[in-house]
Nanobody, 123 residues
Framework: QVQLVESGGGLVQAGGSLRLSCAASGRPFSRSAMAWFRQAPGEEREFVGGISWKSTTHYADSVKGRFTISRDNAKNSVYLQMNSLKPEDTAIYYC?????????????????WGQGTQVTVSS
């Protein structure tokens, strides 16, 4: 059974930082694209950043320059370093894994999902 488990969310003041982690089990993801999405109340789930199996990264414009996605294939894990956080970054953050080595920016590009971790940024 494939599981993605996120951790590292919490409450932080605007301008602060958080590091999210996603630990995968049940299947190796070293050759798979991974991504982070987020969903604010009443909003659609949106792409935040993605990383290919070769560690090529791409980001949503709203987080570019502030967030960094990385992976550790030996630990079957992916991370999201979030700096200069803003109140509009408040959302549930989800880790996603693809069955393929590259993937796009829509939820349908990903086949495995975590349960999410709450990030709240206060002003």
């Amino acid at each position: 059974q494939v599981q993605l488990v996120e951790s590292g969310g919490g409450l932080v003041q605007a301008g602060g930082s958080l590091r999210l982690s996603c630990a995968a089990s049940g299947r190796p993801f070293s050759r798979s694209a991974m991504a982070w999405f987020r969903q604010a109340p009443g909003e659609e789930r949106e792409f935040v950043g993605g990383i290919s199996w070769k560690s090529t990264t791409h980001y949503a414009d709203s987080v570019k320059g502030r967030f960094t996605i990385s992976r550790d294939n030996a630990k079957n894990s992916v991370y999201l370093q979030m700096n200069s956080l803003k109140p509009e970054d408040t959302a549930i953050y989800y880790c996603a894994g693809s069955a393929y080595d590259t993937a796009g920016v829509t939820t349908s590009d990903y086949h495995y999902w975590g349960q999410g971790t709450q990030v709240t940024v206060s002003s």
